[in-house]
């Protein structure tokens, strides 16, 4: 799975306002090691300017049961589990080798070599077992969603669980009075699914642009 990526750099400020700095200039933050940031076409949601469509609630109505808490990294209760699951749905969505578990386990429990700071719990009340998880950077401005993953196997999770989670993250962001959401990058056909959302803005490489036909044209490159 190739990734977007117009430059990278390694930022040795962990700083939240140089962070934030660097996600308003196009950049995210990577898997990569601490500090190691890529420029992408990145894609984000102005809170000031968002609302629920009708086909977001929509969405939000069949995850209504599943709650949403968060977790300040590094995982102090960390369970190899959560590492499986992780693992078996990017193999499952994208193939082998794309995330395994010990790298899970490294961003979620080693401060030293991970950039995130956050971990998003989605809990069904139908399903004794957390049901989602996304791992995120967060500030007093900003949410970085990257790295969801959810229990694929089990046939009481929604099928627009994936979705329904980001969802609800992005309203738990404008409830909690943050200014942006980032999704990370648009760079596939499968990505429009992120454009959905009012607010949406996407960063071109040098400017942040908010044309959604354009968005939609390029994606379908």
């Known amino acids: 799975m190739n990734y977007l990526s117009w430059d990278t750099m390694r930022e040795a400020d962990s700083g ?28 984000r949601i102005r809170l000031s300017k968002f609302a629920l469509t009708s086909e977001n609630k929509r969405i939000l109505k069949k995850v209504e049961h599943i709650s949403l808490s968060k977790i300040n990294l590094p995982h102090k209760e960390y369970h190899w589990q959560i590492g499986k699951l992780a693992k078996d749905f990017y193999e499952t969505k994208f193939g082998r080798g794309i995330m395994s578990a010990q790298k899970i386990k490294e961003i979620l429990t080693d401060s030293e070599k991970s950039n995130f700071n956050a971990l998003l719990v ?34 009481s999770v929604p099928k627009s669980m994936g979705l329904g989670m980001m969802s609800k993250a992005i309203e738990w962001a404008k409830e909690n009075g943050l200014e942006f959401v980032y999704l990370g990058s648009l760079q596939r056909p499968t990505d429009t699914y992120k454009l959905q959302f009012e607010g949406m803005e996407w960063f071109d490489g040098e400017r942040w642009q908010t044309d959604l036909k354009e968005a939609k044209k390029i994606l379908e490159i």
């Open 16 to 43: 939240a306002e140089k962070i934030e700095s660097l996600y308003d200039a196009g950049y995210l933050a990577t898997r990569l090691g601490k500090g190691i940031f890529t420029k992408t076409r990145s894609v």
């Open 122 to 155: 989605f809990n069904d009340s139908n399903i004794v077992d957390d049901t989602g998880f996304a791992i995120c950077y967060k500030s007093g401005k900003i949410l970085h969603y990257s790295y969801p993953f959810y229990n694929l196997e089990n046939p």
